[in-house]
């Protein structure tokens, strides 16, 4: 048996997790935004930046799953032993879980940061630094799939 | 390539050239205006606030009708035409225009009235429809409302709660009033209201009129003496009239359309006017002169004496300004102009800051090139932002906007170079595509490229080490600072021990990948530093609190180990753009090799890549940023300085001229 069901789980928890926490944290601060975007829609520009800053979990997810799709035989490579299709697993709660926690997170402060720029445009890159701090928890879930993934073929597992 | 050393400026002339003095400075847009808090003695504020007041309401006037004519007249705009910026006009122009002021404010209130007419009749014809509906139920009678009584009857019109049929009407009447003798006539019959016709002799009026009212029969509020037929056409007719008169309104309203860059102009001409009556109040005045006080940048003083001179007879000082309280202007070479917008976007600098934006410019460029990290998108900014600076001239600003992303563009292609990505691996993935080979982009360079999917732990580590220079240079700066202000301790203790503690830590981890001795000169600088720390970080203490003080400093290393890891994301950003870029490539190639599979595969290859470039050169454009303010700027920059404001034209779509250079 080979562990291709493993590595698709991993691909897929990958990609889900992550993307419910971009999805639910993009969700809420574009509910924010737009209620801003009512009142003034010069604001547009600042208000998507804000809006997509949490929108990055998902594409940390998706590029772990996608490499976990090139190694194991689905999109080239070769098919995962059992072993490294838990292996695949495993690598892929880091991003999974830290993506979505950190969506929602990030949603959040988003929605502040959001609040704060409708006020005066001047917080506008304050807010913005501010949000990206919450990032780098997403960034490093992600570095830690990503050097797991690209290493696992090479593993004699 | 600095902040720019500020003079204090002091203008005395009389107060018969105060127009034209004063107009001159705003034109030329040189110098700050800011008068002390106290008035000089002898001297007076004149109260220019009604002055300023008429030129402000003629502005929200001359708002208002650009608002109705822009709602009924769209304003033909291209996509890219907001880069074209303000309108350039001559100095004398201005002249021009504020002669026609008068002429101006009429055509708005033109607009104005006609808008409101619009409004009034649409009002009107809501009122219209609405007694039309009321008619409705009316539509069979054929006398007049109003009429009460025939020779030899009594006529009752109106309406009864309730739905009745004529035999239910007939047995209610009845069983109010057997001995009536009555006819009616059923106009109409709804679920709430019957509207009828009754005629009963008029000897039985009173008991006609009894036997109703226990009903609740009601008679039409407004009894006109028309026929509802009649009626309903006169309303009809009043409506189509007012139709007819909003289109005309409208149509004239139109007619103006022609002179919308007129009311911009005299708009304009309103907010510079209001602004100069503003400044004219905080300026002290006596009988016969006035003075200006300001702040202006050391190299425009004479700039500003030149343009005095000749604009009336008056007296200037300048002296050394106050660093404490002036406000600051950069300046910089081309390299590094456009991060001026990203160092004021945080903060103009504080007295004590030296002006950042050459190394931030550096980095900025470097870092956003290695996030973005594509050739082909490389390219496409580079020409995007030369074509539009091209074609549209754009203003100051703008212009250095579009230079920043084009260095971006430039650093962007030469990091794509880098690592081997044009368009993600477009070039691979088309040839593999049709002629069925198996190539990589590793393959195809002739140079050897470091690709983020493969060497991902050698990228991660060389990004690490740019963020190890990126932080040194930044704790550089400060370190220059201290000792610039003559600060010893502060720049040898505070900053140069960590910067030696993490180039020995460098040293130890560079050691441990090659030679041994390397690896103990990086344990030696390290240790000495630790020690050094803990000897001096407790400086401001006394006794136990002293060893105590310089231990806890060291715990300060997890934060510089956090700022290095920051430094990861641009592995991760640049890693996203290529994947992101051959996820798309991958998807457009998926049709096959037929003549027809070229629809999709270009259209998924140009969406697809715009959709990345979107996303990607969002995150890049924002984490660069971030790693410049929070790691950057964290250790050096203060900000919070005042940034230079130049009484100038704060107008929306016209800007004098700049000087032509003689």
């Keep these: 048996m080979n562990g291709l069901v493993f590595a698709l789980l991993g691909a897929s928890i990958a990609t889900g997790l992550a993307g419910t926490g971009s999805a639910r944290g993009v969700g809420g601060a574009a509910q924010a935004a737009m209620g801003v975007l009512s009142e003034d829609s010069s604001k547009f520009g600042k208000m998507l930046v804000l809006t997509l800053l949490p929108g990055t979990q998902g594409l940390y997810g998706f590029i772990v799953s996608f490499l976990i799709l090139v190694n194991c035989g689905v999109l080239g490579g070769e098919l995962p032993t059992l072993s490294q299709g838990l292996a695949y697993?495993?690598?892929?709660?880091?991003?999974?879980?830290?993506?979505?926690?950190?969506?929602?997170?990030?949603?959040k402060a988003a929605v502040s940061g959001i609040a704060m720029t409708a006020k005066d445009d001047k917080n506008f890159s304050k807010a913005m630094v501010s949000v990206t701090l919450v990032e780098i928890y997403a960034l490093l879930s992600f570095i830690i799939s990503l050097l797991a993934v690209i290493r696992i073929p090479g593993l004699n597992l | 390539m600095a902040k720019l050393k500020m003079k204090k400026v002091q203008i005395a002339a009389l107060r018969s050239d105060r127009k034209r003095l004063i107009e001159h400075l705003q034109d030329s847009a040189l110098i700050q205006i800011e008068s002390e808090t106290e008035v000089l003695e002898g001297f007076s504020r004149p109260?220019?606030?009604?002055?300023?007041?008429?030129?402000?309401?003629?502005?929200?006037?001359?708002?208002?009708?650009l608002t109705i004519l822009n709602r009924l007249a769209p304003e033909k705009t291209g996509l890219l035409s907001s880069f074209a910026g303000r309108r350039t006009i001559d100095p004398d122009e201005i002249g021009a225009i504020a002669a026609k002021a008068g002429e101006r404010i009429e055509t708005c209130r033109k607009i104005i009235g006609l808008n409101n007419r619009c409004a009034e009749n649409a009002a009107e014809l809501v009122r219209i429809r609405t007694s039309l509906a009321q008619l409705e139920p009316w539509d069979k009678l054929d006398i007049p409302f109003s009429l009460q009584e025939t020779e030899k009857t009594a006529v009752f019109i109106g309406s009864l709660p309730g739905s009745y049929t004529e035999e239910t009407l007939a047995a209610a009447l009845a069983g109010e009033a057997p001995d009536l003798a009555f006819a009616f006539e059923l106009l109409s019959s709804g679920k709430e209201q019957t509207c009828i016709t009754l005629c009963a002799m008029?000897?039985?009026?009173?008991?006609?009129?009894?036997?109703?009212?226990?009903?609740?029969?009601?008679?039409?509020?407004?009894?006109?003496?028309l026929l509802p037929a009649e009626e309903k056409k006169r309303l009809e007719e009043a409506s189509a009239k007012l139709d007819f008169d909003t289109q005309q309104c409208k149509k004239e309203i139109l007619s103006y359309a022609k002179e919308r860059r007129a009311l911009q102009e005299i708009q304009d001409y309103f907010r510079i006017r209001a602004d100069k009556y503003s400044v004219i109040g905080q300026l002290d005045h006596s009988a016969?002169?006035?003075?200006?006080?300001?702040?202006?940048?050391?190299?425009?003083?004479?700039?500003?004496?030149?343009?005095?001179?000749?604009?009336a007879p008056c007296v200037m000082e300048f002296s050394d300004a106050d660093e404490e309280t002036a406000p600051v202007k950069l300046k910089n070479n081309k390299f590094a102009a456009p991060a001026q917008s990203i160092v004021n976007m945080y903060a103009a600098p504080a007295p004590s800051d030296i002006d950042p934006s050459p190394i931030l410019a550096f980095f900025y460029y470097f870092f956003f090139g290695m996030m973005f990290s594509d050739a082909g998108y490389g390219l496409l900014m580079v020409f995007a932002t030369a074509f539009l600076i091209k074609k549209y001239k754009p203003e100051a600003s703008m212009r250095l906007n579009l230079k920043l992303f084009q260095y971006c563009g430039i650093s962007t292609f030469l990091w794509g170079l880098v690592f081997g990505s044009f368009f993600g691996d477009a070039p691979a993935a088309l040839y593999n595509h049709f002629a069925g080979a198996n190539v990589t982009m590793a393959e195809l360079l002739p140079w050897p490229i470091l690709d983020p999917q493969k060497d991902a732990l050698t990228l991660m580590i060389v990004s690490i080490?740019?963020?190890?220079?990126?932080?040194?240079?930044g704790m550089g700066c400060k370190f220059y600072i201290c000792w610039k202000n003559k600060d010893y301790k502060g720049a040898l203790y505070d900053t140069g021990l960590w910067m030696s503690l993490l180039i020995g830590f460098a040293l130890l981890a560079a050691g441990m990948a090659t030679t041994k001795i390397v690896m103990n000169i990086g344990i030696g600088?390290?240790?000495?530093?630790?020690?050094?720390?803990?000897l001096t970080q407790g400086r401001s203490k006394k006794g136990v609190g002293r060893v105590v003080g310089g231990v806890a400093s060291l715990?300060?290393?997890?934060?510089?180990?956090?700022?290095?890891?920051?430094?990861?994301?641009?592995l991760a950003l640049g890693l996203t753009t290529g994947v992101m870029a051959q996820v798309f490539n991958m998807l457009a190639t998926m049709f096959g090799t037929s003549i027809p599979s070229f629809i999709p595969m270009l259209?998924?290859?140009?969406?697809?890549?715009l959709i990345n470039i979107g996303l990607n050169a969002l995150g890049s454009y924002v984490h660069t940023m971030r790693l410049q303010y929070v790691e950057l700027f964290s250790k050096f920059y203060e900000g919070g300085g005042r940034p230079f404001q130049p009484f100038t034209l704060n107008s929306k779509y016209i800007r004098i001229q700049e000087e032509t250079k003689k």
Excluded: W
């Design chain 2, 525 to 534: 600088l390290a240790a000495a530093s630790a020690v050094g720390l803990v």
């Design chain 2, 47 to 65: 109260d220019t606030v009604s002055q300023a007041q008429i030129f402000e309401k003629n502005a929200v006037l001359t708002e208002q009708a």
């Design chain 2, 555 to 570: 715990y300060d290393v997890t934060g510089y180990i956090s700022d290095l890891l920051s430094y990861t994301r641009l």
């Design chain 2, 603 to 609: 259209l998924i290859f140009i969406f697809g890549h």
């Design chain 1, 89 to 107: 697993f495993g690598a892929s709660l880091a991003i999974g879980i830290g993506g979505m926690i950190s969506g929602f997170a990030q949603g």
């Design chain 2, 202 to 225: 008029k000897a039985q009026a009173e008991l006609a009129e009894k036997a109703l009212s226990a009903l609740s029969f009601a008679r039409p509020f407004d009894a006109v003496s």
């Design chain 2, 288 to 311: 016969h002169t006035f003075l200006i006080t300001g702040y202006v940048p050391e190299e425009d003083c004479e700039k500003v004496m030149a343009l005095c001179n000749r604009a």
């Design chain 2, 465 to 473: 080490a740019f963020g190890l220079v990126h932080i040194l240079v």
